[in-house]
């Protein structure tokens, strides 16, 4: 994660999870990031991917090679 997002967790911030789609945060479908709010300032962690949306492009990526 970012050095500014650790220090704000480490200086006990609010975190923050916000989920896709959302284009005011940049996240597609299936995607996340976390926020640390400390002192009205906000903090960015970085993009993920949704443990269901992982599973998903797996399960696809299988499909694929046995077919």
Known sequence: MPK???ACIRKKGK???VSGPSPDHG????EY???CVLKGKAYR???QKSK???KSSL???VKS???
């Not at 996240?27 to 299936?30: D, E, F, P, W």
């Open 4 to 6: 500014a997002f650790e």
């Open 15 to 17: 975190v923050r999870t």
């Open 33 to 35: 990031v976390k926020y």
């Open 59 to 61: 399960a696809g990526e």
């Open 45 to 47: 962690g970085y993009v």
């Open 65 to 67: 090679q046995y077919a």
């Open 52 to 54: 269901e949306s992982h």
């Open 27 to 30: 996240l597609k479908k299936g």
